[in-house]
């Protein structure tokens, strides 16, 4: 099967701030003025084939889903990256990173930053605007929405032979990205939280100033934990979201039984398997909080 749609919403209630100036001294009023372009496909197919004592099962599913915001009101930017007309909704906004200051000389010789007072093993944004200031006018559009992917899809396979068989689901997302700031596991040491063995492990030290995280402090640290491209994880993932082996007893032994129907032993695994660019955490649950647990069930089915 296949769909696809295309959707425009209008008439959005939105904010007219960008149709008056802020010298005039009032809130601007909310109107219907929002306009956003939707549009995606959904593919799904199933196959199922016989070949002697062997029967097959194949499907699988793909979706996406894009959005445009074309009509906001927005106000008037100052800068060409600031504008967020034309980008999704949900968008991520945040600082490019382009490194660690190495030392003092590498500081002094850069822009000016208004993140507060940095150290060598600081993170280093880029200077998007050219203004030779780091601050929130460098922000840009980064990785993709953190509420919902844009891709969802599945497949699942089965095969059985004379009552032995196996039935595996897969689930994965694409185009979906994840702001790792869990003070615990990856902004270590702030307001005395703990520190994960990933992140002292691969913290900044003069000695290894290639490292995958900023240097370690205690203190507060403006610069570092603003949302940018190091804590913009991309959360997309492929998990075997279920696998079942089981026995299908023959119908003439469940028969001399003369009260059941069918009989079946399996063995059932959930969320045995995930494949991920989030090497510390579930995708699904990322954050310091209770994990998705693995199981595994064995049982018997019989019918009456």
């Not at 549009?39 to 194949?58: C, F, S």
């Not at 002094?108 to 601050?135: H, R, T």
């Not at 270590?188 to 691969?202: A, M």
Request: proline letters at 4%.
């Amino acid at each position: 099967s296949f769909d696809a749609y295309y959707e425009r919403r209008s008439d959005i209630w939105v904010s007219s701030s960008g149709h008056y100036s802020s010298v005039l001294g009032f809130t601007a009023p909310y109107e219907n003025g929002g306009i956003v372009d939707s549009w995606g496909v959904e593919i799904g197919a199933n196959y199922h084939k016989k070949i002697a004592d062997i029967a097959l099962n194949i499907g699988a599913n793909f979706a996406l889903a894009k959005n445009e915001i074309i009509e906001q009101m927005e106000e008037p930017r100052m800068y060409d990256n600031l504008i967020t007309t034309g980008n999704p909704l949900k968008q991520t906004y945040g600082m490019e990173v382009i490194g660690y200051f190495k030392d003092q000389a590498d500081i002094e010789n850069s822009p000016k930053q208004s993140f507060g007072d940095v150290k060598p093993g600081d993170i280093k944004y880029k200077d998007v605007n050219g203004d030779n200031i780091i601050d929130a006018n460098d922000k840009v559009a980064i990785g993709y929405s953190t509420t919902a992917p844009e891709i969802y899809y599945s497949f699942n396979l089965g095969a059985e032979w004379k009552g032995l068989g196996f039935d595996a689901m897969f689930q994965g997302t694409g185009r979906y990205s994840a702001v790792l700031n869990t003070k615990s596991l990856y902004w270590p040491l702030i307001n005395n939280t703990t520190i994960s063995q990933e992140y002292y492990d691969n913290r900044w030290t003069p000695e290894n100033q290639d490292a995958k995280y900023p240097r370690l402090s205690s203190q507060s640290n403006e610069n570092n934990y603003q949302t940018n491209t190091l804590w913009l994880a991309d959360r997309s993932f492929l998990k075997l979201r279920s696998i079942e082996l089981y026995y299908k007893f023959p119908q003439t032994w469940v028969k001399k039984s003369k009260i059941l129907s069918n009989a079946k032993i399996y063995v059932r695994g959930i969320d045995l398997l995930c494949f991920d660019k989030i090497n510390i955490a579930d995708p699904e649950v990322y954050g310091a909080t209770y994990p998705l647990t693995r199981s595994v069930v064995a049982g018997l089915t019989i019918g009456f």
